[in-house]
C-alpha cells in the first residue's frame, strides 16, 4: 500500500438515487483524464439520495473545474469540496495475514494499533482496522514483514466538521 500525502480533497456529491448515475460520473472524469484515487458510494437517510465520496488531488483550479463539470450532470444535486484535513474522514481496512509462527506477536500488535480480530483460521489471521489513511498505511507496513495474504481497504468516507451538514441551502 503505497503512503497518501495529505493534499488530497474529498468531493462530497449529492445525486439521486437513479441508475447510471455512478456511470456518468465517472465517464466524466475519464474523459478529462482526472484521476479518482478513492470511491465511496453510499445511501443517505433519505431513500432517493445517494452520497458518493470522491477523493482526488490536484490543485484548486482543477478541483474546481472538475466540481462545476459534475453540478453540469443531471442527477447531481450538490457538490462539496473538503479538504482531508477539515473533514471527519475515515477508511475501513480488512487484512488477512500469515500466522503460522507469529500469531502472540500478531495479536499484540493489532491489539495495540486499534484492530479487531474478525477471522481466526488455522494459518492466517484477519483484522478490521478503520480510521485515518496514515494509520491504516502505518498498520499494512508493520505487518507486512509477516506476509500479507489479502487485503482489501475501502475509500474514505468524509464528513464536514461541526453542525453543517450537505443538506444545508437544500431546497
Given at each position: ?31 478529462r ?21 470522491v ?13 462545476r ?18 473533514c ?6 480488512l ?11 500478531l ?32 498498520f ?13 481497504c ?9 453542525d ?8
Open positions: 500500500m503505497k503512503k497518501r500525502n495529505d493534499d488530497r480533497t474529498v468531493l462530497s456529491v449529492l445525486t439521486y438515487n437513479r441508475p447510471s448515475v455512478l456511470l456518468r460520473m465517472t465517464s466524466l472524469f475519464y474523459r483524464g482526472y484521476n479518482i484515487e478513492t470511491l465511496v458510494v453510499c445511501e443517505t437517510d433519505r431513500e432517493d439520495v445517494s452520497r458518493f465520496t477523493t482526488l488531488s490536484g490543485d484548486t483550479n482543477i478541483i474546481e473545474q472538475i466540481r463539470q459534475l453540478l453540469k450532470l443531471e442527477d447531481i444535486i450538490k457538490v462539496d469540496v473538503l479538504h482531508i484535513d477539515d471527519a474522514a475515515s477508511e475501513l481496512l487484512i488477512k495475514v500469515n500466522a503460522c509462527e507469529h500469531r502472540q506477536e495479536l499484540i500488535l493489532s491489539q495495540a494499533s486499534g484492530c479487531r480480530v474478525v477471522d481466526i483460521g488455522a494459518q492466517s489471521l484477519t483484522f478490521e482496522l478503520s480510521g485515518r489513511s496514515a494509520d491504516i498505511a502505518a499494512v507496513e508493520r505487518v507486512r514483514p509477516y506476509g500479507i495474504l489479502e487485503m482489501g475501502t475509500g474514505i468516507t468524509a464528513l464536514q466538521r461541526g453543517d451538514t450537505i443538506f444545508d441551502s437544500l431546497i
